[in-house]
């Protein structure tokens, strides 16, 4: 029996515990006081109680992360702190004085099992859930992309002290670094030193995470956030559900996203630890044409995060999931942006704001199939692109669908060549477009015996036989011609198209729409994409093009 002292020392040794930390009660009764009855609150992926007012059930295990979810508001992110010890401690430590000259000291102090939480909880209220309205215009999202062009430079990891203006230390941590590296990591040193030697290992061990881009799990996710932010939209409405075949284009605006710089927060005090992260990322705004109309850079940062594996190692899905809460928080700060705000508003004026434009009649037009082959030219872009395009004028204008020679830059002309008939090369010049059209104007040194001739009244019907000429495909098939039916005109969504009943390609774009005679009904805009789907096409009614371009023929 005299030796069960020694006994139940050595055990408590190899097991590394302590009587309060065996002994302490690991679960805690919280009052909750919510704002409405259908509230719920999740903790580490578990339902902890619902309503307005609830008593739920919490593990003592330091920094916690409440999930507040009420239909039809904003998922809140909630951190509760441990605020004091349980008074249970008291004289549960006393029995393990002993174990202090053993190295026990930090295991037994700064234990999180130890403190509480405040007993009553009050959640702050929650953001209603922004759906879009008939005044807003549809938003869709391309990409989001990790763009990091020095590691060493763009990914930086902070420790920092845990206090009441947390965010704007965090942002006085980044500019004390970037004015004077050494002296903010002295200071973070200093600050590591007051921590338990378990837990500054692990911070030491954080800070040595691999920068390399294409190694670290924090870049490992990217087409996961375009997944979320895409699910975002559908949600709220910004996605266009009803119309999938007329979408309204001219009222579509398209989201693409650059991550440019990662700061990686460990907060702490001194006994948890929690992470968030800071990134800068470039929202571009773009229209349909995939042009960039302007970008805003945004800093935000991700909402608190407790996760983490074994001994606080986080891991790629940990990161994924702090990065996927910043890029949300990034897009909420965007969408309250007054700049913004002005440029989703619907519009419903999509008439040129050109002078009219006189153009030379021409004394003789297109009236075979022959004819029309001779008129009809390829469009080509710097980068190999092409499309078609068709002479209005003996002097050289040309008609192509404005996606034809769209650029990088929404107003930026891009270099054009034309292809005639002949396989000859010339320079073109963009004299006027309007995007909402999808048409554009273009001049060429070079004449035409017989172009079409645009006329500014409906002369088709539907079921009548057209042709269409291009080059489907390759600029090798240029002049190529396909035959259909001109099913009926289709007028919806601020789009007004003829239907088609013919097989054509990509290239065909911007080319000729006309009947046997050689007259002009339309120009080639779009074709349905999909499985089972065959022979579907659409062009814009030539007789609107007058009006579209403010051209006149005299």
């Known amino acids: ?145 990790i763009d990091i062009k020095d590691a060493n430079k763009d990914i930086q990891f902070y420790s920092i002290r845990d206090n009441d203006s947390i965010e704007a230390t965090m942002l006085n941590e980044i500019n004390l670094r970037k004015s004077n590296e050494k002296e903010a990591l002295e200071k973070e040193a200093l600050n590591l030193q007051e921590l338990p030697k378990k837990q500054r290992k692990l911070i030491t061990l954080a800070q040595e995470v691999p920068k390399d881009t294409t190694t670290n799990p924090i870049f490992s996710e990217d087409t996961k956030f375009t997944e979320e932010l895409f699910n975002e939209l559908l949600e709220t409405g910004y996605v266009d559900t009803v119309n999938k075949i007329f979408q309204d284009v001219n009222n579509t605006l398209i989201l693409q996203t650059r991550i440019e710089k990662v700061d990686e927060f460990n907060i702490y005090d001194l006994t948890s630890s929690y992470r968030r992260l800071g990134v800068s990322m470039t929202w571009f705004s773009m229209n349909v044409y995939d042009e960039i109309i302007d970008s805003t850079t945004v800093y935000a940062f991700s909402d608190p995060y407790t996760g983490g594996g074994y001994m606080g190692i986080y891991s790629g899905e940990d990161y994924a999931i702090m990065m996927g809460s910043a890029v949300k928080n990034a897009f909420t700060q ?133 042709y269409a000429l291009g080059a489907p495909k390759s600029i090798e098939l240029g002049q190529s011609i396909s035959a259909g039916l001109l099913s009926n005109d289709r007028n919806t969504n601020n789009n007004r198209l003829i239907q088609l009943n013919m097989s054509l390609n990509g290239g065909n774009s911007g080319g000729p729409v006309f009947d046997k005679t050689g007259q002009l009904h339309g120009v080639v805009q779009s074709k349905l994409i999909g499985k089972d789907t065959e022979g579907v096409a659409f062009a814009i009614p030539s007789y609107l093009i007058s009006d579209y371009l403010k051209i006149q023929l005299k």
């Open 1 to 145: 029996m005299k030796f069960l002292p020694i006994i139940a020392l050595s055990a408590l040794l190899l097991i590394g515990q302590s009587c309060s930390i065996l002994f302490m009660p690991k679960f805690q009764e919280v009052e909750f006081e919510t704002d409405s009855d259908s509230t719920s609150i999740v903790v580490r992926d578990k339902e902890i109680g619902s309503g307005k007012n609830f008593t739920g059930t919490i593990e003592r295990r330091g920094y916690q992360v409440l999930e507040v979810q009420t239909p039809g508001f904003e998922d809140d992110y909630v951190l509760i702190t441990p605020e004091k010890r349980n008074p249970v401690f008291y004289p549960l430590v006393t029995l393990d004085f002993f174990l202090l000259p053993f190295g026990m000291k930090n295991r037994l102090i700064y234990n999180p099992v130890s403190l509480n939480y405040a007993t009553l909880q009050i959640i702050p209220k929650q953001t209603l859930k922004h759906h879009r309205d008939s005044t807003e215009r549809y938003l869709q999202v391309k990409k989001i992309s």
């Open 334 to 466: 965007l969408r309250n942006d007054s700049a913004y705000i002005d440029k989703v508003k619907v519009q419903s004026d999509f008439s040129s704001k050109d002078s009219m434009l006189a153009l030379q009649k021409p004394k003789q037009w297109v009236t075979d199939l022959a004819d029309a082959s001779l008129a009809t030219v390829i469009v080509k872009q710097q980068d190999g692109s092409h499309g078609s395009g068709f002479a209005i004028t003996q002097d050289g204008y040309i008609l192509t669908n404005y996606h034809v020679i769209s650029g990088t830059y929404q107003g930026k002309a891009v270099p054009l060549q034309v292809i005639l008939s002949d396989g000859q090369k010339v320079d073109a010049q963009v004299v006027r477009y309007n995007t909402a059209r999808d048409i554009a104007l273009l001049k060429i040194a070079q004449p035409f015996e017989k172009p079409f001739l645009l006329l500014s009244e409906k002369k088709y019907k539907p079921i009548m036989e057209v």
